[in-house]
């Protein structure tokens, strides 16, 4: 394993941070730190990055254990929001800094950088001051400092989050494609769900300072280890009160907490649904067109569900008596764990 961290544990004053934290990176991978504000993430990457002393744990990178190591001497690049280009600097300056620092000759760092404003598709912006570039040239010119010194491990703390929705998104491809020609291991953190599910290898759901649960983002979206993750990947309705759910075993259904992705949710008019004795009675509230797909609002016994429906199938119309049919639901019993799928 390329990273390691065990147990990394972090408060400020009485507030707990980070708790309990341990997971295992391959080599080579991009992971995604996922959450919502406040949830820790930052904090993981700075104990990682060696700017903030865990209060105990420990980290690994390449079977070396870093606790003690200056950031510098830990091999890792980063980009940090608000770790700025240098301002008076150029472009060409900013990407050599780190190898001025490592005390490269003239020849290879001319070299080195050149090699990078070509890979980064930079080219002809090496005398512009950062000012002198968009917000996305100047995110290339951050990634390419970074990599400069040839790190092991890379770390990006909301590389885009100040970048407008329509470069963020070509940045992210952007991303991708040159950690995977770099081959280098990548930890980003965002709170972006969308971002996170299109560009990593790996996902890292952190919430309240715990890793709820690490894998693809496949895996994630289809066996959601908690009711957070569950809500947090992927849409879904939330149901507290599941007890007269027809089909399912009302003692389980009783003692536990159930959440439905809308493609589980069969909604039709009497005779389109496939097994109607299954079915409850429901009213369409609303519905919405979704490209792909209608998404009906519906409402079973107070609750209203989110559900989709194929285009193929006649449009609802708000008022509608509909059966609405439940295929699968995530059951969460009191602490919180899956237990049926
Ligand atoms: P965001 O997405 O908003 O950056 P995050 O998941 O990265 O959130 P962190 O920045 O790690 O979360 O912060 C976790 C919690 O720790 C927050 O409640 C924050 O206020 C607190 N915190 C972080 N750094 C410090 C500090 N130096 N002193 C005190 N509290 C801190």
Do not use: C
């Amino acid at each position: 394993m390329h990273i390691v961290a065990k147990h990394l544990t972090k408060s400020f004053g009485s507030f707990q941070a980070t708790k309990d934290v341990s997971f295992e990176v391959e080599k080579g991978k991009l992971i995604g730190l996922l959450g919502p504000s406040g949830g820790g993430k930052t904090t993981i990457l700075r104990m990682l990055a060696g700017l903030e002393e865990p209060d105990s744990g420990d980290i690994l990178i390449h079977g070396k254990r870093v606790n003690n190591e200056p950031p510098q001497s830990r091999g890792i690049g980063f980009v940090f929001q608000n770790y700025a280009l240098f301002r008076h600097m150029s472009v060409f300056d900013n990407i050599a800094f780190g190898l001025t620092v490592q005390k490269r000759t003239k020849a290879q760092i001319k070299e080195r950088v050149q090699q990078l404003i070509e890979l980064t598709g930079l080219k002809g912006l090496e005398k512009r001051l950062p000012h002198q570039l968009s917000g996305g040239q100047r995110q290339r010119v951050a990634f390419a400092r970074a990599i400069a010194p040839e790190p092991q491990v890379l770390l990006l703390d909301e590389p885009f989050a100040a970048i407008d929705a329509k470069v963020r998104k070509e940045l992210r491809t952007w991303l991708k494609e040159m950690i995977d020609r770099v081959g280098i291991t990548t930890i980003f953190v965002t709170h972006d769900q969308e971002e996170a599910v299109e560009v990593a290898d790996q996902i890292m759901i952190i919430h309240q300072g715990r890793l709820e649960q690490q894998g693809s983002p496949i895996d994630i979206y289809k066996h959601p280890r908690t009711p957070f993750v569950a809500g947090f990947i992927g849409e879904s309705n939330p149901l507290d009160d599941i007890s007269n759910l027809k089909g399912f075993d009302p003692d389980v259904l009783s003692r536990s907490k159930a959440i439905i992705r809308p493609e589980f949710i069969e909604v039709g008019l009497p005779g389109e649904v496939s097994y109607p004795s299954a079915a409850e009675r429901g009213i369409v509230r609303n519905v919405f067109f979704r490209g792909i797909h209608w998404q009906v609002e519906v409402e079973v016994e107070g609750d209203r569900l989110f559900a989709y429906r194929s285009l193929e199938l006649p449009e609802l119309k708000p008022g509608t008596d509909v059966h609405v049919l439940i295929h699968r639901l995530y059951l969460f019993n009191e602490e919180r764990h899956l237990i049926l799928e």
